[in-house]
């Protein structure tokens, strides 16, 4: 299954080719066998699951680590890349995720910090950067400090801070993970653009239809080794993603209804305000049920977090109430909260979930450390710690040799595993799961999800926030989309398509049809209705 | 017992194999040897016979500490074992060391055998590969260290066996080891306050300015008040633990309620602590004349002094602190503070991951201002001892700077309770040690260089062998799970299985900055 490049010919050297890579980790292997070719001229993507070795394999390609076995050839030439430096000269150069600029300087300063002995860094290096500019259509203006641009911007600044450098072949790695939808249109017409004018992309992501859309050749990584090498024209999403995974992905489903009407958790009117005033939660509304699942869609930075800090205690809300089976939790402390029986699976584990460098059986204290069987008034009851860690290790599977391991020795799924255990002990009323299954392998995810059903029969309301769409439309009973701190919209799960419900994420507003204002309150519709005129 | 394969021998019966054989060749070999050359043969055989009998030494599945399956690992071959084997000769030839100055030679040299058989027993089954880490370390450190000073005496023209050699003959002397263990004290209640900080990321520069000021307002009531015994010296301690708690507080109230690092806070604490010494160290107000050349507040009446405790089992007719007991004390309280205690567990949550900690219900703000409060009341201590056991009066020269060797003690323990009881004990012995070299016209700093070296090579030492340790372990747990090809977790999106062909942006990833608390 190989396609036809686009760009070069079809007898020029490959841009990059890599063969038999493997690169160990201690314990691990995170690549083997690795074998690609890039053809000059072309955007290839790189697709797999987190974990499966897709940032090892590029960080080996920029030199910031030797592969154990294998050879890399840029147009032909073997080389050996002891740095990113080395990387640079063969004319690689790598976006990272997450910028590297410095926001105090200028456009021009921050691209040529590191590289002043190619055009100094005065009138030639202004010049050199408009001509850039102008040649891949990046349209940045060398003078604008870099404080004042914006995130698609700012990743202009950095692929021109690579173009600068004289790189032939860019490494972008999850480019689109921060950006809007817009922006990567904007990102997906500079790739075509810089294409055209005879440069090779390698575009990592995990976004199945971005990379079917901007594309020439993808190859599949999973579990540390290349599986395939798809032609765009060719493949389904969905193809991909069994190669991706490697059999039929888990689906998120609930069985029966086991809503009730009794009231665990109320939010009314809830704002909180940013440190500069601006209000990052916007009146949020919301019920939810004794065992019933709420879902709430929205990208990223939307205010979920937020909206869960402010539930949890560790945010205040500026203006509206908290209520947790009819009390007034509004200005309490995290700790009372956690008390009163609210779980917390948080959204990033290693920060807010875990004690990385603790065994397993001190992690089970933390967040219970108030509560049997975990302590004993101010003492901690290790006897009593232990063996519920125990109880947890074999209830959830956490596949781990014993409790007294250290946490980070641990895979994530089983951190994650040992977490949802840990705060569905000491019988929680109310569950907040912030992206529940996030950077889980598949085998974790579907058992993660029969827990939430289980809790969830057994009567737990659970607010669960996931960028997962499939697994927010399967797992809800009921659906809220948030844009900009508001909830615009309300969906039905049971027939609302991911597409949808992405359209609503953005501001576009639900397709007519398939969605409900079924919401107790006319406001939600409002909302729904002033987004849909809006952006 | 070596011919049946499978027969199996119960652990005491070991025990007392292992300690028989350690003490009578001990015993014999001393005819004819060095009693430590026979302690080392004597022990060492003692643990061969331990390793022997291992197979058929029954165990309730040997696991290590951190929860690793560890026989037969090369690691365990390889730095375990011998670890076990030095440790239990070391342990061994120091207690038969420390016998020898109040008993006979031979009898010494057999208890000390007998010990260090009994050591080879616990470490041989025992001893996890992290601690052996640790200690191997350490170890590692310590030769770094010996040889640096070398090398600085060698090239200041000094030949560096004899000076070693010379330092090793007085620093062991009975005197010398009273005076080590004086110091070692004071030096301990100052490590102890420090560490306590460093649990929580907190960096306590204060304590010498804390222990001063404390000190001093301390032998001022003692020396005003005249109380009955018992309750004077009851009534000095509370004196110098509020003061020290106060002094420390401030900065505590300033980093919770103004976000002022305590490091800027307690260096100023320090020069304001040696500003109000100063001005309440005059005569007319706290002071009175002491001497010709000394000033101080007025000396203790006797019945608030703590009594020495006599130190004839060194050998020696000086008298340890009484307060030892206190620092004793102070030692056990941290540790069950630390490992045993809510407080303790959101103290060591909170310096591991400040988030997590917020995110678990932990007032942050609250631990910050208590543990540099507790560290204020520790540090308020250390100038007790000798306070109460000799000098009796805060005087002009009253010993200083023990705040910042605090430091230093116990980055080298590693904060760890017995760590630094090691650390401090070390510190107190070159530094007394040092003393014999003016007379052979040897430069005393060669101590502090010894000194500083060992601290910083054993942080950076430690610092290796720990990651390197930690990777392994992560690399054994992998090896034993069947965990083939996981690279690193990363908490990010999974992947959107491929339904939402239409949702662009429908997810983002999370922060990187995963280890956001882990910051050294």
Redesign the interface.
């Known amino acids: 299954m190989s396609s036809t490049p686009s760009g070069g010919g079809s007898n020029e050297p490959a841009a990059v080719e890599l063969r038999g890579i493997t690169k160990r980790f201690p314990g691990v292997v995170a690549n083997h066998d690795i074998d690609i070719t890039v053809a000059p001229g072309t955007v290839h993507a790189i697709v797999g699951e987190n974990g499966a070795g897709k940032s090892t394999l590029m960080k080996t390609l920029y030199g910031m680590h030797r592969p154990d076995e294998g050879t890399i050839h840029i147009r032909g030439r073997e080389v050996r890349f002891h740095s990113p430096s080395d990387a640079i000269k063969h004319g690689i150069g790598m976006v990272h995720q997450h910028f590297m600029l410095a926001d105090n300087l200028t456009v021009l300063e921050n691209v040529v910090l590191g590289a002043e002995r190619r055009h100094g860094i005065g009138r030639k290096a202004r010049a050199r950067i408009q001509e850039l500019s102008a040649q891949y259509g990046l349209g940045v203006d060398p003078d604008r400090l870099m404080e004042d641009l914006g995130v698609g911007d700012r990743q202009r600044v950095e692929i021109l801070k690579v173009l600068y450098r004289g790189a032939q072949t860019i490494i972008l790695d999850e480019p689109t993970a921060v950006l809007v939808p817009q922006e990567v249109e904007e990102l997906f017409d500079n790739l075509r653009v810089l294409k055209r004018e005879g440069l090779t992309v390698i575009f990592i992501s995990h976004k199945l239809d971005e990379v079917l859309s901007v594309a020439d050749e993808i190859t599949v990584i999973r579990r540390g080794t290349t599986v395939a090498t798809a032609d765009p024209r060719t493949t389904s999403a969905r193809q991909l993603a069994t190669l991706m995974v490697g059999g039929e992905l888990p689906v998120p489903e609930l069985r029966e209804s086991t809503v009730t009407d009794k009231v665990v958790l109320a939010l009314s009117g809830v704002t909180v305000l940013s440190s500069e005033g601006r209000p990052v939660v916007d009146d949020v509304t919301l019920d939810i049920r004794e065992g019933e699942i709420v879902g709430i869609a929205g990208v990223e930075g939307n205010g979920q977090s937020e909206l869960i800090e402010a539930i949890m205690g560790m945010r205040r809300a500026s203006s509206g109430t908290i209520t947790l089976e009819e009390r007034d939790i509004t200005e309490w402390s995290t700790l009372s909260i956690r008390e009163a029986g609210v779980g917390y699976i948080p959204e990033d584990r290693h920060r807010h979930g875990i004690l990385l460098e603790s065994p397993l059986w001190e992690n089970r204290i933390l967040g219970h450390q108030t509560r049997e069987p975990s302590v004993n008034g101010a003492w901690i009851n290790r006897s009593g710690a232990r063996a519920d860690s125990e109880r947890i290790v074999g209830e959830y599977d956490v596949r781990t040799p014993n409790i007294d391991v250290i946490a980070d020795a641990l895979s994530g799924g089983n951190q994650q595993k040992f977490i949802i255990g840990r705060e569905m002990s000491g019988d929680p009323r109310f569950l907040v799961a912030a992206h529940p299954t996030r950077g889980v392998d598949v085998g974790a995810q579907s058992a993660i999800w029969e827990q939430l059903r289980e809790a969830r029969a057994a009567g737990l309301a659970v607010l669960l926030i996931s960028a997962d769409l499939d697994e927010l439309i399967g797992m809800s009973d009921t659906l809220h989309v948030i844009l900009r701190g508001r909830l615009v919209a309300e969906a039905d799960p049971t027939s609302v398509t991911p597409e949808q419900l992405g359209s609503a994420m953005t501001g576009a507003g639900l397709d007519g049809s398939d969605a409900h204002t079924e919401g107790d309150s006319g406001a939600e519709g409002a909302h729904r209705n002033e987004s849909e005129g809006g952006a | 017992m070596t011919d049946s394969g499978r027969r199996t021998v119960a652990a005491p019966i070991v025990i007392l194999l292992a300690v028989l054989m350690g003490g009578l060749v001990t015993v014999v070999l001393d005819l004819f040897l060095l009693w430590w050359a026979a302690l080392i043969v004597g022990v060492t055989l003692a643990f061969v016979l331990v390793a022997v009998l291992a197979p058929m030494t029954p165990d309730r599945g040997r696991?290590g500490?951190?929860?690793?399956?560890e026989e037969g690992t090369p690691l365990h071959n390889v730095l375990v074992l011998p670890m076990a084997l030095v440790l239990s000769v070391v342990g061994g030839l120091v207690a038969g060391w420390m016998l020898d100055l109040s008993l006979i030679e031979p009898v010494a040299a057999a208890s000390g055998a007998v010990i260090g058989s009994l050591l080879a027993f616990v470490l041989f089954h025992r001893l996890a590969a992290m601690m052996a880490l640790s200690f191997a370390a350490v170890l590692t450190a310590g030769v770094i260290a010996i040889g640096v000073t070398a090398a600085v005496l060698y090239f200041s023209g000094i030949a560096p066996l004899p000076t070693f050699e010379r330092m090793l003959e007085y620093g062991t002397r009975p005197n010398s080891l009273v005076q080590i263990i004086n110091d070692s004290t004071t030096y301990y209640l100052a490590a102890v306050a420090v560490a306590i900080g460093f649990k929580m990321k907190l960096f306590n520069i204060g304590v010498d300015g804390q222990y001063r000021l404390a000190a001093l307002l301390a032998a001022a009531v003692g020396g005003y008040l005249v109380l009955p015994p018992v309750l004077s010296q009851f009534v000095v301690i509370l004196t110098a633990v509020a003061v020290g708690g106060l002094w420390a507080g401030i900065a505590g109230y300033l980093k919770v309620a103004r976000g002022v690092s305590e490091v800027i806070s307690t260096i100023m604490l320090n020069a304001i602590a040696t500003g109000i010494t100063a001005y309440l160290l005059t005569e007319g107000r706290l002071a009175v004349e002491i001497s010709t050349n000394n000033i101080g507040t007025p000396p203790i009446p006797e019945s608030g002094w703590v009594p020495g405790i006599p130190a004839t089992f060194l050998g020696s007719d000086r008298e340890v602190y009484g307060l030892i007991l206190l620092s004793v004390a102070v030692g056990i309280g941290y540790w069950i503070m630390l490992?045993?205690?809510?407080?303790?567990?959101?103290l060591?949550?909170t310096g591991?991951?400040q988030?997590?900690?917020?995110?678990?219900?932990?007032?942050v703000k609250k631990m910050v201002f208590l543990s540099m409060l507790f560290s204020g009341m520790v540090a308020g201590l250390v100038g007790l001892p000798q306070l109460l056991g000799n000098s009796h009066y805060y005087a002009l020269d009253f010993p200083t700077g023990i705040g910042f060797i605090g430091i230093a003690i116990a980055l080298l323990g590693r904060n760890h309770p017995v760590g630094i009881v090691f650390a401090s004990l070390f510190w107190a012995f070159l530094t007394q040690a040092a003393g014999i070299l003016p007379f052979d016209g040897i430069p005393q700093e060669i101590a502090v260089i010894a000194q500083a070296t060992i601290v910083l090579t054993v942080v950076v030492v430690y610092e290796v062998v720990h990651r390197w340790g930690?990777?392994?372990?992560?690399?054994?747990?992998?090896?034993?799970?069947g965990?083939?090809?996981?690279?690193?977790?990363?908490?990010?999106?999974?992947?959107?299985?491929?339904?939402?062909?239409?949702?662009?942006?429908?997810?983002?990833?999370?922060?990187?900055?995963?280890?956001?608390?882990?910051a050294q």
Do not use: C
Not at chain 2, 355 to 363: D, P
């Open positions: 696991v500490a951190d929860g690793t399956k490992n045993r205690t809510r407080f303790g567990f959101e060591r949550a591991q991951s988030t997590a900690a917020e995110a678990s219900g932990v007032n930690r990777r392994y372990q992560q690399q054994q747990i992998g090896r034993q799970l965990r083939t090809t996981e690279s690193t977790p990363e908490p990010a999106a999974v992947s959107d299985g491929g339904a939402s062909d239409g949702a662009v942006t429908e997810d983002t990833d999370g922060t990187d900055d995963k280890r956001g608390g882990e």
